[in-house]
Nanobody
Framework: VPLQASGGGLVQAGGSLRLSCAASGRTFSNYVMGWFRQAPGKEREFVAAISWSGGSINYGEFVKGRFTISRDNAKNTVYLQMNSLKPENTAAYYC????????????????WGQGTQVTVSS
């Protein structure tokens, strides 16, 4: 499933950004959706995932209540609201999709979009 992430940019520490990921096709509601990030020189890191209906959500340990994942199946879009951003949150953020319900927990996804860069200045 083609995925298009957007919403990244430059923000000061303490600020907020909302990332969006639009999916093509009419089967968006059949996919678990996730967000990952990768900073230069570091491994890709799980950020959040949401089930088909939105009833099951999982976050990476570093999130600690500052990020919120949500989805609008009518718009074929998943969102990541990021608040209280810190310089260490600087990374390319990627959205991903998978048909397996367990992806919410395993963080294993088959389909990936391109990244959107988030830069947090101190």
């Amino acid at each position: 499933v083609p995925l298009q992430a957007s919403g990244g940019g430059l923000v000061q520490a303490g600020g907020s950004l909302r990332l969006s990921c639009a999916a093509s096709g009419r089967t968006f509601s059949n996919y678990v959706m996730g967000w990952f990030r990768q900073a230069p020189g570091k491994e890709r890191e799980f950020v959040a995932a949401i089930s088909w209906s939105g009833g099951s959500i999982n976050y990476g340990e570093f999130v600690k209540g500052r990020f919120t994942i949500s989805r609008d199946n009518a718009k074929n879009t998943v969102y990541l609201q990021m608040n209280s951003l810190k310089p260490e949150n600087t990374a390319a953020y990627y959205c991903a999709a998978d048909k397996r319900e367990g992806a919410v927990i395993t963080g294993t996804f088959d389909y990936w979009g391109q990244g959107t860069q988030v830069t947090v200045s101190s």
